[in-house]
Nanobody
């Protein structure tokens, strides 16, 4: 079971980036997948999640209207389109997935995420 992220980088404020996360041996279509972020000295924040069973999405208030999470169940891939990026969005972004459930309770329970990617850095200046 593995998640591999790509697409991070540096961008100026107001710009856009698109992150991708591909899973292997992930029960896509019957789990929750999405993105968390963390900066040094701060708690990890759940940013955007998609329930791969029915496509329901969940967003942190700080990114609503700017970020969009989407899925491709055929390839167990999740995307994060980030628009109108601001310096406060600077962080290490981690892809994560559940392997033992889905639904509105599981998808918003941080401890349910048991598979993690290595992280990709996003820097907004």
């Amino acid at each position: 079971v593995q998640l591999v992220e790509s697409g991070g980088g540096s961008v100026q404020a107001g710009g856009s980036l698109r992150l991708s996360c591909s899973g292997s041996d992930i029960p896509s279509g019957r789990n929750c997948m999405g993105w968390f972020r963390q900066t040094p000295g701060k708690e990890r924040e759940r940013v955007a999640i998609v329930d791969t069973f029915d496509g329901t999405t969940y967003y942190a208030d700080s990114v609503k209207g700017r970020f969009t999470v989407s899925q491709d169940n055929a390839t167990a891939t999740v995307f994060l389109q980030m628009n109108s990026l601001q310096p406060d969005d600077t962080a290490m972004y981690y892809c994560a997935a559940t392997t033992t459930g889905w639904g509105p309770i599981v998808c918003v329970t941080d401890s349910a995420y048991n598979v993690w990617g290595q992280g990709t850095q996003v820097t907004v200046s």
